[in-house]
Structure formats: structure tokens, C-alpha cells
């Protein structure tokens, strides 16, 4: 499996420097008020991570990984922990970065401990729904067409409910979203597992469709 990681990760040194872009557009974000950096942070190095897909159709990279002692259900499992790791480091990002933009955010709220526990919950689910629509789709249709479907579709739809979500907060005031989260604070524990474990219900039908489709797929 760390063989798996190691080639994931070298595969896309194409495409590391636009990893360093993701810091900066959290730090734009973070004008606006510092809570978006976590989901933002996640959803941009959830995308960061399909590239091994880019890599996958123009490299051969699963001809490369196959010839490894390794099933197709480990290049499954391989390609869901490299996208996992990335979404801790997305978690890292955004939790780092908040105490920076919130200096010069137009929000002057903070979450305390609670809130960001709800944030982190939030974020994993997420990074859960995105891989539920991305993987299976890019497992089974390759790069070229299973990111538009698995990817362009559902990531214009996300980036619309939270547009949305975002201009209905602007138009309360800018209460909606701290309400929705004293709301959860409240009931921290509760609220947080919930989240959770809906997250890891998403991640693991994910992972079992994309691990069917490719078992039957030819490489």
C-alpha cells in the first residue's frame, strides 16, 4: 500500500505547483469570513486529487501499478487512502490558515472549539459526497469522460448550494450559517457523530462501487 502512495504521489508531480495556488484562494475566501476555508480547503484538494486519474489515462499508470503483486481492490483502496490523506491535509490547511484570515475577515466571528468540530464533521462529509459522484464514475469511465459526470456535474452543483447558501447567510445578516452552527455547538457531540458516521456510510458505498466497476473494467 505505501508502494500504491508512493507512485499516486509521483505520478502528479506535474501538477504540484498548482498545489501551492490552494493557499492563496483559501486566503481570498477567508475575506469573507473564516469558516469557508475548511469546506473550501477540502473541496480544492479533493480535486487536487482526481489528477491521478489525469495521469491514469495519459501515463498508463494502472498498467504500471498492476504489474505490481497488487489486486485491482488495492489500486482501489491505494487511490481512496492517497485521496484521504489529501483531505486531511485540506483539514490542516483550513484550520491553519483561519486564525491568519480571520485578521483581515470581514466576519469577526471565530469558532471555538465546538464549532470547529462541526466544521471538521461537515468537511468530512463533504469530502465523502464529492467522492461518492468523482470516484466511481472515474474508476469506471476513465478520465476524459467520468470527470465530467463523476466531477464537472456534481462540483456545479456543490459550488451553486453553496453560493446559495452563502448569499441567503449576506441576506439574514450573516446569522444563518452561525446560527446552524451555535445550533450544532449545542448538541456538539450528537450533532458531529451524526455527521460522521453518515460521512463514513458515504465514503464506504463509494468505495465498494468504485472497487465493483473496476474489477469488471478492462485496463
Request: glycine share 10%; charged share 10%.
Amino acid at each position: 500500500m505505501l508502494r500504491m502512495l508512493y507512485l499516486n504521489w509521483t505520478a502528479i508531480k506535474s501538477y504540484r505547483l498548482r498545489g501551492l495556488l490552494i493557499p492563496v484562494c483559501l486566503l481570498v475566501t477567508g475575506w469573507f469570513s473564516s469558516i469557508y476555508l475548511v469546506p473550501l480547503a477540502v473541496f480544492l484538494l479533493f480535486s487536487f486529487s482526481i489528477n491521478v486519474f489525469a495521469v491514469e489515462e495519459k501515463g498508463n499508470l494502472d498498467r504500471v501499478c498492476l504489474t505490481l503483486p497488487v489486486t485491482r481492490g488495492q489500486v482501489v483502496a491505494g487511490r481512496y487512502l492517497f485521496s484521504f490523506l489529501l483531505f486531511l491535509a485540506g483539514l490542516l490547511a483550513g484550520f491553519s490558515l483561519m486564525p491568519l484570515a480571520n485578521l483581515f475577515s470581514l466576519s469577526r466571528w471565530y469558532p471555538d472549539w465546538g464549532w470547529s468540530l462541526a466544521l471538521l464533521s461537515f468537511g468530512f462529509l463533504l469530502y465523502a459526497l464529492l467522492g461518492l459522484f468523482t470516484y466511481p464514475a472515474l474508476f469506471g469511465l476513465g478520465y476524459m469522460k467520468g470527470r465530467i459526470w463523476g466531477y464537472y456535474i456534481p462540483a456545479i452543483v456543490v459550488g451553486l448550494a453553496c453560493i446559495g447558501v452563502v448569499e441567503y447567510d449576506i441576506m439574514t445578516g450573516g446569522t444563518f450559517i452561525r446560527d446552524l452552527l451555535i445550533a450544532a455547538s449545542e448538541h456538539i457531540l450528537a450533532v458531529s457523530g451524526g455527521i460522521l458516521g453518515l460521512g463514513v456510510a458515504v465514503l464506504t458505498v463509494s468505495w465498494l462501487l468504485s472497487w465493483k466497476i473496476y474489477i469488471r473494467r478492462e485496463v
